[in-house]
């Protein structure tokens, strides 16, 4: 992936929307740290989501920055999350140049039916999301090969169907830790992920695991004893919260690298996705002449008129 830090100078002393990569050289073991702060909660506002929905969109965005930079890509990352509802859908995607955008797609009757059923009661993505899958795919432009992961929804949270994932198709064992929130008016989210070194994870498979297996284990354990409100403070940054975690395992730290929200909507695309619908949906959204319409990212809205329609 390119070198972010260079490209998004301006905002280079920010604590927040980061990606902070490290190391554990005592237990060979690699990781990074996602903070999402102004730039996700852009994002939200931009949306006018209820906060159920707003977590899940912080949730899918935080954990979509984290896989996509384990990758290296040139061209866009998208984890998309389609199901049976009342959300039916999240996708959050990021450029390899970090830029990054998110949104939904839910069933607002439903949606209000199932909070006035089940109260206060703490909802898992088992039900507001329902069966569905989640999809990782990586396009790098018309000539090249799309690369896509796709899991199954499993458990109460997103964090145990990536884990899925990784457990099924990677056969990478991982580590996750996430936390999103409204913090003082502002959303925040924040994830730890943790992984084998490639060449232990072959010693593993060769039977030289105990010695990596205890490390392993040491390593969990304080992974766990991160809090949530440790992830998502804007009081305590990144390298101080994996230096509380993690100083007795060598902890490295890198250069961070930078996201920032940005939407990549164009009149011109709308107005050729337009051109593909029935004749019948076209007439649905017109207007006399004009039609408005929303960018789902980012909530921009586009007038666009029959004479666009018509032109070559
Ligand atoms: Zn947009």
Not at 230 to 258: N, T
Request: a negative charge; proline letters at 3%.
């Amino acid at each position: 992936m390119t070198d972010l830090s260079d490209d998004i100078t301006s905002i280079a002393t920010d604590a927040d929307n980061i990606i902070q990569n490290f190391q554990l050289d005592n237990s060979s073991l690699r990781g990074r740290m996602v903070r999402l702060g102004s730039e996700l909660d852009d994002i939200i506002t931009s949306h006018e989501y209820p906060d159920i929905i707003n977590q899940l969109v912080s949730e899918t965005l935080v954990v979509a920055v984290s896989l996509a930079s384990m990758l290296k890509y040139d061209g866009i990352f998208t984890l998309q999350i389609q199901t049976s509802g009342p959300i039916t859908m999240l996708v959050a995607d990021q450029t390899s140049t970090g830029h990054i955008r998110a949104c939904a797609s839910y069933d607002k009757d439903a949606l209000d039916a199932l909070i006035k059923d089940r109260g206060n009661e703490k909802l898992g993505i088992d039900v507001l999301l329902g069966k569905g899958h989640m999809a990782f795919t990586v396009d790098q432009g018309p000539d090249t090969e799309r690369y896509q992961g796709i899991v199954e929804l499993k458990g109460k949270t997103l964090v145990e169907s990536v884990q899925h994932y990784f457990n099924q198709s990677e056969q990478i064992g991982s580590g996750i830790k996430m936390a999103c929130d409204k913090i003082d008016g502002q959303w925040r989210a924040s994830v730890i992920m943790l992984q084998h070194m490639p060449e232990d994870q072959a010693n593993t498979e060769a039977g030289n695991g105990n010695a990596i297996e205890d490390d392993w284990r040491r390593t969990m354990i304080l992974l766990e004893t991160c809090t949530a409100e440790e992830l998502v403070s804007p009081d305590l940054d990144a390298p101080a919260l994996l230096y509380r975690l993690f100083h007795e395992e060598g902890l490295r730290i890198f250069e961070p690298k930078f996201v920032k929200k940005q939407c990549r909507c164009e009149k011109d695309k709308l107005v050729n996705a337009v051109r593909m619908m029935p004749q019948d949906d076209i007439d649905h959204i017109f207007d006399e002449d004009s039609a408005k319409l929303k960018c789902e990212f980012c909530s921009k809205v586009y007038t666009i008129t029959k004479d666009d329609l018509d032109l070559e």
